[in-house]
């Protein structure tokens, strides 16, 4: 069962978010685990980075001892700051000093070929459990495209493979990586983060009764014990 929960606006979404994102990693290695976090990547997402690099409680995480991974990469150039690794280590890793060996991107356009990359992506996953990502962060398209998983697109059927080339993503760039729902489905929590009435047919459609997700594919993700909605008012009109 999906929770749903309004925020007054984009601010007070990514400041609650990155309370709750600190205590949970916190918790985490405070029960003597590595804490494993799905990053995604867009506008709502990179606020959210900043405001955990900008929190006072941030030194709660030992972020030296968190495994960043992402639900899905613009396969450019690894240095493009279309990447949205290249984004989340502006934004916050960089500043909270994760560790190099930990921070898990998706291969780049300068690794290897496109269907190698997804493949290589979806092999180091698998190595560290094949997802079971403590919380996994997730953005939503104005189409409803979650991670790199679009509306009627093919990867979205794919279930024997951890991560997936897309190569005619309707959003730019073209060529992209994205975790397939086997993976996506691994997570304990699940967070959905989306701001603006440009959101707001899409989330109303992603979490009504009997989505489909062809159409919806955010429908498609569920947490293994929560599955969270964080809505700004704007984002939530339509509900
Ligand atoms: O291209 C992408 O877009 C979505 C949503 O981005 P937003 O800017 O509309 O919030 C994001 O979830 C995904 O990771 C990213 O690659």
Do not use: C
Not at 67 to 80: L, T
Not at 111 to 130: I, K, M, P, T, W
Not at 176 to 190: D, F, P
Request: proline content about 5%.
């Amino acid at each position: 069962m999906s929770e749903i929960v309004r925020h007054r606006d984009a601010a007070a979404l990514t400041s609650t978010v990155a309370e709750a994102l600190i205590e949970r990693l916190s918790a985490v290695q405070r029960s003597g685990r590595v804490p494993h976090l799905g990053l995604t990547g867009g506008t709502i997402a990179n606020d959210l980075y900043r405001a955990v690099a900008a929190s006072p409680r941030r030194d709660e995480v030992e972020w030296t001892s968190v495994e960043f991974w992402w639900g899905d990469e613009r396969f450019v150039a690894r240095d493009s700051p279309d990447r949205n690794a290249v984004q989340a280590r502006e934004a916050f890793l960089d500043d909270l000093g994760a560790r190099a060996g930990r921070i898990h991107e998706m291969p780049s356009a300068d690794d290897r070929d496109l269907d190698a990359g997804a493949q290589a992506y979806g092999n180091e996953v698998r190595e560290f459990g094949a997802g079971s990502f403590d919380v996994l962060l997730l953005g939503l398209g104005p189409d409803g495209h979650i991670a790199s998983l679009f509306p009627g697109y093919p990867q979205l059927h794919v279930d024997d493979q951890i991560a997936v080339a897309v190569e005619d993503s309707p959003k730019p760039p073209p060529l992209r990586i994205s975790l397939t729902y086997a993976a996506l489905n691994r997570s304990r929590a699940v967070w959905f983060i989306v701001s603006g009435a440009g959101k707001a047919e899409a989330v109303a459609r992603s979490v009504a009764a009997g989505a489909s997700v062809g159409e919806s594919p955010a429908s498609g993700v569920r947490g293994e014990t929560e599955t969270v909605w964080h809505l700004d008012e704007a984002a939530a009109s339509a509900l």
